[in-house]
């Protein structure tokens, strides 16, 4: 199990469970494991997920234009945990959700 700092704050787990669903979900971003953890630490964008979850978003390859995007929960100022990631270039869906931090 690995931590990252959130932007609040927040130590956020990446637990063995959550790795293997993670990397065998989505076995695009196998390779990317602390790219997920800079991520949380430091993203490009945050947005507000549906369920009192935060996404997180990195790029990760400017000439393909390719994302990291990853699904986290912060539970208090303790304690939060990664629900999920995957890479993409399609993030325009999330412009329909709030933006609640930029760098």
């Not at 790219?35 to 009192?52: A, M, Q, S, W």
């Not at 400017?62 to 629900?83: C, L, Q, S």
């Amino acid at each position: 199990m690995d931590i990252a700092i959130s932007i609040n704050k927040v130590p956020v787990r990446l637990t063995e469970e959550r790795w293997y669903h993670i990397s065998t979900g989505h076995p695009e971003i196998a390779d990317y494991y602390f790219e997920i953890l800079e991520t949380v630490e430091n993203p490009n964008f945050i947005y507000k997920g549906r369920f009192d979850d935060l996404i997180a978003v990195s790029q990760v390859d400017n000439k393909a234009r390719k994302f990291i995007v990853v699904i986290y929960k912060e539970i208090g100022i303790t304690d939060g945990f990664i629900i999920t990631a995957f890479i993409t270039n399609k993030i325009n869906y999330l412009d329909k959700k709030e933006l609640i931090w930029k760098k």
